[in-house]
């Protein structure tokens, strides 16, 4: 039975609001002569975030597999799909941050890094545990789920402020 882990909705959610937070100005103060392509280059970059956030982990009776899409590829993020006989253990490195990343390390020495931003991730550690046999308990998500939602509601607020300043500007341009 094939399951997906897309990426976590607040991970997304909170990527996509500040593109949005620091972009929505840009088509509106930009000088005439850069309208249309400011305003070309807030879509195509809308697109793109929206794309890269778009990962995901797929898990079978065989292997797990980590698939991006085509933009992410051509950013430099790859797929990777690993047979669950091939992972010999779960490596930990600490971050600057204080927080730990995780890689399955296989027979042949290679280190898939453990995504830990998806959707239902203590099902995806349970699947990994009962395919490997490794210790999962440790394993949480890379930042704490409060941090997503902070953001997403700062970014959400910087939108709101951008829309009352642009709305009270078009009032004041059209009393003159």
């Given at each position: 039975?094939?399951?997906?882990?897309?990426?976590?909705?607040?991970?997304?959610?909170?990527?996509?609001?500040?593109?949005?937070?620091?972009?929505?100005?840009?088509?509106?103060?930009?000088?005439?002569?850069?309208?249309?392509?400011?305003?070309?280059?807030?879509?195509?970059?809308?697109?793109?975030?929206?794309?890269?956030?778009?990962?995901?982990?797929?898990?079978?009776?065989?292997?797990?597999?980590?698939?991006?899409?085509?933009?992410?590829?051509?950013?430099?993020?790859?797929?990777?799909?690993?047979?669950?006989?091939?992972?010999?253990?779960?490596?930990?490195?600490?971050?600057?941050?204080?927080?730990?990343?995780?890689?399955?390390?296989?027979?042949?020495?290679?280190?898939?890094?453990?995504?830990?931003?998806?959707?239902?991730?203590?099902?995806?550690?349970?699947?990994?545990?009962?395919?490997?046999?490794?210790?999962?308990?440790?394993?949480?998500?890379l930042s704490p789920l409060w941090t997503y939602k902070l953001l997403t509601f700062l970014s959400v607020c910087m939108i709101i402020g951008?829309?009352?300043?642009?709305?009270?500007?078009?009032?004041?341009?059209?009393?003159?």
């Amino acid at each position: 039975m094939i399951e997906k882990f897309k990426t976590l909705f607040f991970v997304k959610s909170s990527l996509i609001s500040l593109y949005l937070a620091l972009t929505i100005p840009i088509p509106f103060i930009s000088i005439d002569k850069l309208k249309i392509f400011s305003l070309l280059t807030f879509i195509l970059g809308f697109y793109l975030i929206i794309n890269i956030t778009s990962d995901h982990v797929e898990t079978s009776n065989n292997k797990i597999s980590y698939k991006t899409s085509f933009i992410s590829k051509i950013l430099g993020r790859k797929n990777w799909e690993i047979s669950w006989e091939d992972i010999k253990l779960i490596k930990s490195l600490a971050t600057s941050q204080g927080s730990k990343v995780y890689y399955f390390n296989t027979d042949k020495g290679d280190n898939y890094l453990i995504p830990q931003r998806v959707e239902n991730f203590k099902r995806l550690l349970d699947i990994v545990s009962q395919k490997t046999g490794l210790y999962v308990s440790d394993i949480s998500y890379l930042s704490p789920l409060w941090t997503y939602k902070l953001l997403t509601f700062l970014s959400v607020c910087m939108i709101i402020g951008e829309i009352f300043a642009f709305k009270d500007q078009m009032l004041s341009m059209l009393n003159l």
